[in-house]
């Protein structure tokens, strides 16, 4: 006959369960991370080269889709060793759609590649198929660690998939500068997806540092190093402000194209530095959750087998407030003990549950906006940096926040007329 | 070597599991449904027991202590009923830890029993007692179902879990209401609740209402005849304005437990047809989803094992829009349609969890102004209709919708004084 000891019990152990698989997709994480950083820079000299018309760049860019490739091996390899029998669920489901839709994007790596040294796609083309690539094996990590559940861990996946995506908006904008200097002329266009790029970039470190704990968010402040971010900061200015049409000197191709890639080398070891730290939470937290579960194996020793506790502490009054242990000396015996335990998991689960959704909400509010921003695209025609000005325009002249207007973009969509019916 | 199409075979093998672990969970929700269903009764008759100084109803409430007795046996073969050892992961933890402390209440009953017999305890204490126990109750159908990753039965459980939250208000004002007739006076505090209960019921209904589809909204209000609401909306002005202290006609506690009844009574046909329509979403989603594993595994049967897909396609331009299928005659070959079914695998579970979030976000507002409110009675001792009431307010004033306001309370929770420190 199960107890309420039993049930208890298996609540740790699917807890530990949980934690284990996560600690479990560090392998997987981290070999994405590795080409995901050797694809950035791969796509950064593939627009040097196609900016220069061939001319420049090729040896260096072979060398890198060999890197590239031996990494990709790596990543096949980690995708290989996934358990696609065991414990099946809906997290697993969109892990798998994700890795399925991945291994056609690694696939295709090679069309592109040919592509690229045959110069028969611009840059702007072959930038949006690395895109492509980047982002659906960044989908895979998401996915791979979007089951966490205990809010801390979920805290710092949010900061971990927002510095992602950070670096991942700054290695487009190597590679879209890289391409306007190789090419030696100023162009609207690319001007204003640079100027995108690093609003987008900005914004996602922003939630990162919101969300990481303080030692990671000042590790990140100590390793951009003012005398890098520098002539980074003089690029973007001569990129961005040089007239439409004029001459750019393509003698700083290479200079922008190290000092983005400073840039990204700087964020690429505090990546690494997020994802230990996400590790050593896990085998921290995994730890603590076996040693519960101990203590539960021992309390269950101790109890009569037939014990029936009525126990009056249920209708005691007003559970414990968050934060203080309930008390264990309720009546002092085990039954009384028992009882606090189970009273103190359930307030625990119901505080991580509760912590979780602030968590969560956070990100639907930036997921909103991106959607409202998304719908103005297509009805208005606009580019996204300008869907992003008309919400912020909206929410300054309505005096509400932006999530508000952007609730209230998407309640006018059904309204709406189609795009182009 | 894994393919592709194996991942998106596991992807379909993880959906179909969770799909049969909520099935399954149906026996237990129902279960439960019926023991609350029968607590709330008991509770009513409590109150009129309790209202009456033990004079009357105690027969009744012997009746229905019996047809609980039976149903909480059912539950507790319900939970043994349960594998506490396959597939553990983070949403069984809370169903477990739910269930420990569920146990909890069910042995504590007795004890409520005997002191409601005694007439040792006051009707609010008892009813406070029956409102822990029944709420430990729903819990677990809560955590039972919450596991649920498909929006279209996400919105359903939200639709159903504000229906019982609803009933169960209005089972506490049918034992509110008892207690007052019962006794034979009106009296103020007893009034502010059940004033309290009527707002909150019919929140939660509202709720219900939004989430419900348009037939079991329509069901629902076709359940609630006017004939059985008439009387019960006269009792309740009857109940509400008495001056607080003068006598109520105690042979009306016999009308108002039965008008009650129906209403709890219409409540629990409509509860049963939400688990069913339920069930049947759940089983419906359950065939689709193996037939489109069916439709997987034949087509690996046509493709070449070797086969190592160069495909172009996936650079294709934009993915086809959201609920337009990607056209399958892509390139018409077996490695198009592979190509086209991932990248509508993929974008489906996107989509999927983007609506997950919608719901998501509705309940995270809900809660936030729950938790505004609780933290309002602990700083400022209000009651939890006074504390609506001023939240209400500040909205009205300040022109800014419910939640916003609950945030802003929340943010400030930070600088305000502890109470009782």
Redesign the interface.
């Known amino acids: 006959?199960?107890?309420?000891?039993?049930?208890?019990?298996?609540?740790?152990?699917?807890?530990?369960?949980?934690l284990r698989?996560l600690v479990l997709t560090g392998a997987l994480v981290n070999a994405i991370g590795r080409l995901v950083h050797a694809l950035q820079r791969e796509r950064g000299l593939a627009n040097l080269y196609l900016g220069s018309q061939g001319r420049r760049w090729c040896d260096e860019r072979h060398a890198q889709v060999a890197t590239s490739q031996g990494l990709q091996e790596e990543v096949l390899y980690a995708?290989?060793q996934?358990d696609?029998?065991l414990?099946?669920?809906?997290?697993?489901?969109?892990?798998?759609?994700?890795?399925?839709?991945a291994?056609?994007?690694l696939?295709?790596l090679?069309?592109?590649r040919e592509r690229v040294q045959a110069q028969a796609w611009s840059a702007p083309r072959a930038t949006?198929?690395y895109v492509?690539?980047v982002s659906a094996l960044l989908?895979v990590v998401f996915a791979a660690a979007d089951?966490a559940?205990d809010p801390e861990i979920s805290r710092h996946l949010v900061a971990f998939f927002n510095f992602l995506q950070g670096k991942e908006f700054a290695g487009q904008e190597r590679a879209a500068g890289s391409a306007l200097f190789a090419s030696g002329r100023a162009e609207a266009e690319g001007q204003q997806r640079l100027l995108h790029l690093i609003e987008s970039q900005e914004r996602c470190l922003q939630v990162f540092a919101d969300f990481a704990g303080p030692a990671l968010a000042a590790a990140w402040q100590q390793a951009q190093r003012p005398e890098q971010l520098l002539p980074l900061e003089r690029l973007r200015r001569v990129l961005c402000t040089s007239t439409a049409g004029g001459p750019l000197d393509t003698g700083l191709s290479q200079v922008w194209f190290d000092a983005c890639t400073a840039r990204l080398d700087a964020m690429k070891s505090t990546e690494d530095a997020l994802a230990s730290e996400l590790q050593a939470l896990c085998g921290q937290r995994l730890r603590t959750t076996e040693q519960e579960l101990a203590d539960l194996d021992r309390l269950g020793g101790q109890l009569a087998p037939q014990s029936?506790?009525?126990?009056?502490g249920?209708?005691d009054d007003a559970p414990a407030p968050q934060g203080l242990p309930p008390s264990l000396t309720l009546g002092s015996q085990v039954e009384g003990s028992m009882?606090a335990l189970?009273?103190d998991?359930?307030q625990r689960?119901q505080a991580m549950?509760?912590e979780l959704?602030t968590v969560?909400?956070s990100?639907?509010e930036r997921?909103?906006i991106e959607?409202a921003k998304g719908l103005l695209m297509a009805h208005r025609q606009l580019g996204e940096d300008e869907a992003h000005k008309t919400l912020r325009q909206m929410a300054m002249n309505q005096n509400r926040?932006l999530v508000?207007v952007a609730e209230a973009v998407l309640a006018m969509a059904a309204v709406l007329p189609s795009p182009g019916r």
Chains 1, 2 share one sequence.
Do not use: C
Not at 91 to 98: D, E, I, V, W
Not at 308 to 312: L, S, V, W
């Open positions: 006959m199960k107890s309420a000891l039993t049930f208890l019990q298996a609540a740790k152990r699917s807890e530990i369960a949980d698989r995708f290989e996934l696609t029998e414990a099946p669920n809906g997290h697993r489901a969109r892990l798998f759609a994700g890795i399925a839709y291994m056609q994007g696939s295709a090679a069309l592109l949006d198929a492509r690539v989908a089951s559940w029936a506790p009525q126990d009056p249920f209708f009882l189970v009273r998991q359930a689960l549950s509760d959704d969560r909400a990100l639907n997921k909103t959607r926040r508000d």
